[in-house]
């Protein structure tokens, strides 16, 4: 008999998951036979969840918010950007049985950056606002564009100071509170706070965001967050959100699990449409 493989998406909250969608449209364009779901799942339950998952047959997961550590710490082994970053949003059974776990959220950044917006980052002065799990995930990848440097500017200063610290030796990287970037200037600002669920937004002095300078959300929603709001209130260049990061890290677990490279444009362009309809 053929089974089908399978794979889901483990978050809680889990219910407006685009992931599944996603997932699907690129089994559709590379013809590739699978089924993806999505599973409501709080923290404590994850254990147990993705143990019966992997148990069942499951060939891979993909996890969010507030699973990442947990990913992180239930996969056998680990790419290196994941245990760099602490965090793991991809699960994938290995020929031998074993679990690996990668992080694809800051290469889906990267690309989105790069590829879908023609940003170059060489050289770039870039703020990262926050030191939570998002904001962990997003530095080495970004750091392997050579930018001029790296400030991560957090509510919590300490946790900033201590994530810069932890990438010292990759790159210029310093952690600061908000009040220390008054009369400071960047090409490249990055939300990674979650304020942007609330709509709200760190405190950001004018003048942040130097001319021609990009901002970018990494949440996203059907209305422009806070974040994208006050970006184009500075004149940033592009003022823009995660969707496009979204779609390029599923495409990266994609390629994980299947080995095949889907096509990321038309589906951004499709999502894109939905939600400006
Ligand atoms: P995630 O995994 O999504 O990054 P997290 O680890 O809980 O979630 O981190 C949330 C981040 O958003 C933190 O940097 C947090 O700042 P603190 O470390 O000081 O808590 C930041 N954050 C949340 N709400 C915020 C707000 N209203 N203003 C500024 N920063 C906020």
């Known amino acids: 008999m053929m089974t089908i493989d399978r794979y889901a998406v483990f978050g809680h909250p889990i219910k407006h998951s685009k992931s599944p969608r996603i997932h699907r449209l690129f089994a559709e364009q590379t013809g590739q036979s699978l089924e993806y779901t999505a599973q409501d799942v709080p923290a404590e339950q994850f254990q147990s969840a993705a143990t019966a998952f992997f148990t069942a047959g499951g060939k891979g ?11 992180w710490a239930f996969a056998d082994s680990k790419t290196e950007r994941a245990q760099l970053s602490q965090a793991v949003n991809t699960l994938a059974v290995q020929a031998d049985g074993s679990i690996l776990g990668d992080n ?15 940003i170059d980052l060489t050289g770039n002065r870039i703020l990262i606002l926050g030191a939570g799990g998002a904001g962990r995930g997003i530095i080495g990848p970004l750091l392997e564009q050579a930018p ?18 932890a990438f010292h030796h990759k790159g210029v990287v ?21 304020a942007s669920l609330s709509d709200q937004l760190p405190p950001l002095p004018d003048g942040l965001l130097a001319e021609n300078g990009v901002c970018y959300d990494l949440a996203y929603g059907n209305e422009p967050t806070a974040f994208v709001r006050w970006g184009l209130r500075q004149n940033a260049a592009k003022s823009l959100d ?7 890290q599923a495409a990266e677990a994609f390629f994980i699990w299947r080995g095949v490279r889907p096509e990321t444009r038309p589906v951004i362009e499709l999502l894109n449409s939905e939600r400006q309809a």
Request: charged share 20%; glycine share 10%; hydrophobic share 40%.
């Open 148 to 165: 001029h440097s790296i400030v991560i500017a957090n509510r919590t200063v300490e946790k900033a100071v201590d994530l810069a610290q």
């Open 174 to 194: 310093s952690g600061c509170g908000f009040d220390d970037l008054q009369s400071r200037q960047f090409d490249l600002i990055l939300n990674a706070t979650s």
């Open 104 to 118: 694809t959220d800051g290469k889906g950044l990267v690309t989105d950056l790069t590829a879908n917006h023609a």
């Open 61 to 71: 997961l993909n996890c969010t918010v507030p699973l990442k550590g947990l990913a």
């Open 242 to 248: 995660g969707l496009g990061m979204l779609v390029e």
